[in-house]
């Protein structure tokens, strides 16, 4: 990879709320989260809802506070930037809602809401903005005449397409997308994933990718992170995670998520029970009290572990035991015969 575009070293961030009884409580959402995004990459991040998906963006993007870490914008750490020196920076780095509804002012027509936009890109004059603005539209594949409706006049699909050209105009690096299509018709959602995948290639864009949809993530991202309760539990290339699954939590949410495509090698893994934030308290794997495979050993604290160039587990048993777990003992190339859960397979 290039010289990362973003980078997160070791990022923290602890909320601070009060309960029932007005005690104080600290809640760690992102617990030392580290990855980088190179130019017209996609890293995609995909978890359970609460996780801390759409944390680990917001604190990117200097909406929250980062509690610890670096975050690296071309090379240069900006988690310590007051708000006044970020200002030059905020342009390079936009976020497109999961919910188009909120990027725009209800009241007033898409274009005034716009015209924001086209005046921090540096055009002063209205004529110069429109003339932007109406060229951007079009480029998401809009007719320019929908920007003098307000937000409730057009569709959801035609909502999240103008969310992009909002994005568009001030011409960012970096796009954070928090579950772009959810709120979106399964009809359009692909029309708005070729939408993006269009103008990361014409505009060399990086893109932040967090959702639920495994399937979003799968057409999108070139690499990707599977996060549980505030960590990274696994990170590879898009196959290593789809179709060569370690940690038996990413394993569990793709047999959940119940894609038949693409093809995976991993056996099946249901896990028990629900999500539980006590288990954070504790040193070892917090995926303890739900994993199938879980024993005495999994009360130390697990660290990410390579098991291939660029793919990383946290969970001792699937690198030092896999065969334990149903995974193939060594990882092999197309051709060769690998043993798979006890049985010889030659593919
Ligand atoms: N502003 C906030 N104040 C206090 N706690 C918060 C705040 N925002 C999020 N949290 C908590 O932090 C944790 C992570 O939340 P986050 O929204 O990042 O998760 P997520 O993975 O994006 O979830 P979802 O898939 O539902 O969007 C959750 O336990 C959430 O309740
Ligand atoms: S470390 Fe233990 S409990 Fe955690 S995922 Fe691995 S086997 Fe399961
Ligand atoms: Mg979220």
């Known amino acids: 990879m290039s010289e990362p575009v973003l980078e997160a070293r070791d990022l923290l961030k602890d909320y601070v709320t009060r309960d029932a009884k007005l005690q104080r409580r600290t809640a760690r959402a992102v617990d030392g989260v580290s990855f980088q995004i190179g130019e ?20 990117l993007l200097k909406l929250y ?3 610890g870490g670096e975050i690296l914008l071309f090379g240069e750490n900006v988690a310590p930037l007051s708000e006044r020196r970020f200002r030059g920076h905020r342009r390079k780095l936009q976020m497109v809602f999961q919910d188009p509804q909120a990027a725009f002012d209800p009241m007033s027509s898409i274009r005034s809401s716009l015209r924001e936009y086209a005046e921090l890109r540096g055009l002063r004059r209205r004529a110069e903005q429109d003339a932007l603005i109406e060229r951007t539209v079009e480029e998401v594949g809009l007719p320019p005449e929908l920007i003098d409706r307000k937000p409730s006049e057009v569709s959801g699909g035609q909502l999240q397409r103008l969310n992009v050209a909002r994005c568009l105009l001030v011409e960012p690096k970096v796009l954070f997308l928090d579950e772009p299509t959810a709120s979106l018709d399964v009809s359009i959602r692909g029309q708005i994933v070729n939408l993006l995948l269009d103008r990361q290639e014409s505009d060399h ?12 993530v799968y057409a999108m991202a070139h690499r990707v992170a599977v996060m549980y309760l505030g960590q990274f539990v696994e990170v590879g290339t898009r196959d290593q995670v789809y179709e060569r699954a370690r940690h ?15 093809r995976r090698d991993s056996s099946s893994v249901r896990l028990a029970g629900e999500i539980s934030d006590e288990v954070m308290a504790l040193p070892g794997c917090r995926l303890m009290p739900r994993c199938p495979f879980a024993e005495e050993s999994c009360e130390s604290p697990q660290e990410l572990l390579q098991v291939e160039e660029g793919h990383l587990v946290r969970c001792w048993k699937a690198v030092e035991q896999p065969g334990d777990m149903g995974l193939p003992v060594t990882l092999t190339k197309k051709g060769e015969a690998r043993e798979e859960a006890g049985k010889m397979i030659v593919e």
């Open 40 to 59: 017209q990459e996609t890293f995609g991040v995909v978890g359970e809802s609460g996780c801390g998906k759409s944390t680990i963006g917001r604190v």
């Open 65 to 67: 506070e980062a509690t």
């Open 205 to 216: 864009l990086s893109y932040l990718l967090v959702s639920h949809d495994l399937r979003v």
């Open 248 to 262: 038996p939590y990413t394993r569990g949410l793709l047999d959940a998520a119940d894609l038949d495509e693409p």
